[in-house]
């Protein structure tokens, strides 16, 4: 029986979960601003929670319908079997987004939300689940359009992008969906040298080695659904068990990750063990206007500082320029992707970038630059290097 389900994603990679939602045998997949609609049964739901690089959740359609005020979207949200999925005794928070709804508080509609579906239980159960709003055993999220609700339950749990290892975290992180996401719209794949210059907590660098060793991104933690009362273990178990027998064993990779501040190296580090990869990157403490490609093409891929990362805009003013330089000097042959939210970068790098993909870091829009570093065309007549 097919159910439908929504998952949401970083603002700009809905194209690309529309096409790795079809892969993982999702049916319809079509994209909307922030996420992608599909169908699917259980198993399709599991393999997508287990599987998906991009998604941030996978959200089940419970209910929905039209709503001129709070009591209907009380009555709506009282109708749904809830005392079928799960029970008196698991904890619960609600969740309550909204575009364009005429309603003057999102606070009070999250409370009648949590008051339905409270009052149905003492009505079916004779006592109510209580609210835990720190780590609830369900999650049950609501969207609100001009006159329309969605009700949906929350099959992950913790968002997906925590891969359920990183340990060391450095100040505004780059998500693991949207470093997965950059990774595919570089284009690079395994057994491509993939340098990341400037590798703070070394996200692009786990994500590119779980993908070197086809390492399901879900298995090293727990989801939602394991706590609903329809969870299917023997399909679930199927399902993880596939995905360990494929995962390849960890060896040495083309993966290069290097940062000046040796913090964030040791953050690098710490996280690299914690995912079990450590032995699969080379790591350094290293000037990223010094370093050197480690052959004659790959990608470079890097989230330079921007913003309140860095501080006086000064400091930008001058790296920027430099950072061009070094790509010029440095990575012919090379293509090479910058992630910023700095509208000052392309005006200040000295390169024309053959791309710019607009991208969100959570509310910050950003873009990812390409620069194809034609090999030979950048190169000073005095360096006398052999050509890449």
Not at 190 to 211: H, N, R, W, Y
Not at 222 to 249: I, T, V, Y
Request: proline share 7%.
């Amino acid at each position: 029986m097919s159910e439908q389900f929504f998952s949401p994603c970083p603002r700009g990679l809905e194209p690309l979960l529309v096409d790795e939602l079809a892969a993982l045998g999702a049916q319809a997949p079509q994209a909307v601003p922030g996420g992608v609609a599909f169908g699917g049964d259980w198993t399709t739901c599991y393999r997508v929670n287990l599987e998906s690089r991009l998604a941030t959740r996978v959200l089940w359609r419970v209910a929905g319908g039209r709503y001129r005020g709070e009591e209907d979207i009380y009555r709506i949200a009282y109708a749904p079997t809830w005392a079928k999925w799960f029970t008196a005794d698991d904890t619960l928070r609600v969740y309550v987004t909204a575009k364009q709804s005429p309603l003057k508080s999102l606070e009070f509609v999250t409370l009648r939300i949590k008051d339905a579906v409270c009052d149905h239980f003492r009505t079916v159960a004779g006592r109510r689940p209580s609210v835990d709003t720190a780590n609830p055993v369900v999650r049950i999220h609501a969207f609100l359009t001009r006159d329309t609700v969605t009700l949906y339950l929350d099959t992950s749990g913790d968002p997906l992008y925590r891969r359920g290892f990183k340990r060391a975290a450095v100040e505004a992180p780059l998500k693991e969906n949207l470093a997965a996401g950059i990774l595919r719209l570089t284009g690079w794949q395994p057994g491509e040298p993939l340098v990341d210059p400037m590798c703070g907590s070394g996200t692009f660098l786990i994500e590119a080695a779980q993908i070197a060793l086809d390492i399901a991104p879900g298995l090293g933690r727990s989801f939602g659904f394991e706590r609903l009362r329809q969870f299917d273990k023997g399909a679930w178990a199927a399902l993880r068990n596939a995905a360990e027998a494929r995962r390849k064993p960890v060896r040495r990779l083309a993966l290069y990750g290097s940062d000046i501040v040796g913090e964030q190296v040791r953050r690098s580090r710490v996280n690299l063990e914690a995912a079990g990869l450590a032995d699969c990157v080379y790591l350094d403490r290293m000037d990223a206007l010094e370093r050197a490609a480690p052959a004659p093409e790959g990608v470079m891929v890097t989230n330079p500082p921007y913003g309140v990362r860095i501080g006086e805009a000064e400091e930008l003013a001058a790296l920027y320029p430099k950072l061009g330089d070094a790509l010029k000097k440095r990575w012919s042959g090379w293509r090479c992707y910058l992630f910023s939210g700095d509208p000052d970068l392309p005006k200040l790098i000295g390169l024309k970038a053959s791309k710019r993909t607009p991208l969100f870091n959570g509310a910050l829009e950003c873009r990812l630059f390409e620069y194809r570093m034609i090999a030979g065309s950048n190169r000073r007549k005095d360096e006398g290097n052999p050509p890449a």
